[in-house]
């Protein structure tokens, strides 16, 4: 059974950090790649993010030089370090499995129906960026 559960979100002010981490279990060596999906109001379900077998590290445009993605496979995680970041990172933050998009694709709906077709999710960790 594939599982992945994330951590690290909270409540920033605009400028601050946070690192958000997600550990996995259940994947094949030959998963096509480790992402990280958003849902905003405005932008629907993003692609912040993906580490791919394939093409390497990807980021949305909108994240470029504020977001780092990494991955540690001895301990089974994977993570996004957000720094500079702005009211408009506030979102829920999804670690997905079996990504074979690049950086910045959106699904044009919510991540709820997406995900019911495409991947293996966590549940989500909220991220809050205010004043």
């Known amino acids: 059974e594939v599982q992945l559960m994330e951590s690290g979100g909270g409540s920033v002010q605009p400028g601050g950090s946070l690192t958000l981490a997600c550990t996995f279990s259940?994947?094949?060596?030959?998963?096509?790649?480790m992402g990280w999906f958003r849902e905003t109001p405005d932008d629907g379900c993003e692609l912040v993010s993906v580490i791919s077998r394939a093409d390497g590290i990807s980021y949305a445009d909108v994240v470029k030089g504020r977001f780092t993605t990494s991955q540690d496979n001895a301990k089974n995680t994977m993570y996004l370090r957000m720094v500079g970041l702005k009211l408009e990172d506030t979102a829920v933050y999804y670690c997905v499995a079996g990504v074979e998009y690049t950086g910045g694709f959106k699904y044009g709906g919510p991540c709820a129906t997406f995900r019911r077709y495409y991947g293996f999710w966590g549940q989500g960790t909220q991220v809050i960026v205010s004043a």
């Open positions: 259940g994947l094949t060596n030959d998963v096509a790649g």
